[in-house]
């Protein structure tokens, strides 16, 4: 089964907003809400950021939001800051009830 | 305080076998799904394999079912992936990975700091 389709890297100035897009199929993302999404920095083990679809995990900012329409789910960050460069990962149950993760995107604060 | 603790990891050659573990503690290890999930050098997020509760469930990526065997040991708050017929794709930083929802919901809440493993001749 092929990653979940995540573009390669995005980037944004302090205090813009850019969002991260996470393409599926009717075999994952399409049909389950359990789409997650991790924060990775460098030499640092993935972090939750977002669950089913849109739900912030504890002492994640309110200015990460996750959605979803159709095979695509997505993630948002406003006012973007310093320290949200990172890589973006996301991740969905699939109908073979096993999980995958997209390819991933590296995010530059300019 | 949630504590994951990767081990077992190390040189093998192609053909070889390994066996990682992860100790948890600071929760209840027998209420929840738990995972394996790799890093190759460089590369991104691939999950590999999770377990149920109590064990009576198992899934795998295709690339290593008939290889790799993931188990646990609830009195031991333990989590193992035995690795055999081990190819130089395997070469990966190997992380255990708790499912929070208490079910089987595929969001990874805690992680451990991974165990590197590196195939090669």
């Known amino acids: 089964q092929s990653a979940l389709t995540q573009p390669a890297s995005v980037s944004g100035s302090p205090g813009q907003s850019i969002t991260i897009s996470c393409t599926g199929t009717?075999?994952?993302?399409?049909?389950?809400?359990?789409v997650s999404w991790y924060q990775q920095h460098p030499g640092k083990a993935p972090k939750l950021m977002i669950s089913?679809?849109?739900y912030r995990s504890s002492g994640v900012s309110n200015r990460f939001s996750g959605s979803k329409s159709g095979n695509t789910a997505s993630l948002t960050i406003s006012g973007l800051q310093a320290e949200d460069e990172a890589d973006y990962y996301c991740?969905?149950?699939?109908?073979?009830?096993?999980?995958?993760f997209g390819g991933g995107t590296k995010l530059t604060v300019l | 305080e949630v504590q994951l603790v990767e081990s077992g990891g190390g040189l093998v050659q192609p053909g070889g076998s390994l066996r990682l573990s992860c100790a948890a503690s600071?929760?209840?290890?027998?209420?929840?799904?738990m995972n394996w999930v790799r890093q190759a050098p460089g590369k991104g997020l691939e999950w590999v394999a999770n377990?149920?509760?109590?064990?009576?469930?198992?899934y795998y990526v295709d690339s290593v079912k008939g290889r790799f065997t993931i188990s646990r040991d609830n009195a031991r708050n333990s989590l193992y992936l035995q690795m055999n017929s081990l190819r130089a794709e395997d070469t990966a930083l190997y992380y255990c990975?708790?499912?929070?929802?208490?079910?089987?919901?595929?969001?990874?809440?805690?992680w451990g700091q991974g165990s590197l493993v590196t195939v090669s001749s």
């Open positions: 600071g929760f209840t290890f027998s209420s929840y799904w």
């Open positions: 009717s075999s994952d993302v399409g049909i389950y809400n359990s």
């Open positions: 991740s969905s149950y699939t109908s073979r009830s096993t999980v995958i």
């Open positions: 990975a708790r499912d929070g929802s208490g079910y089987y919901e595929a969001m990874f809440d805690y």
């Open positions: 089913d679809v849109s």
């Open positions: 377990i149920k509760q109590d064990g009576s469930e198992k």
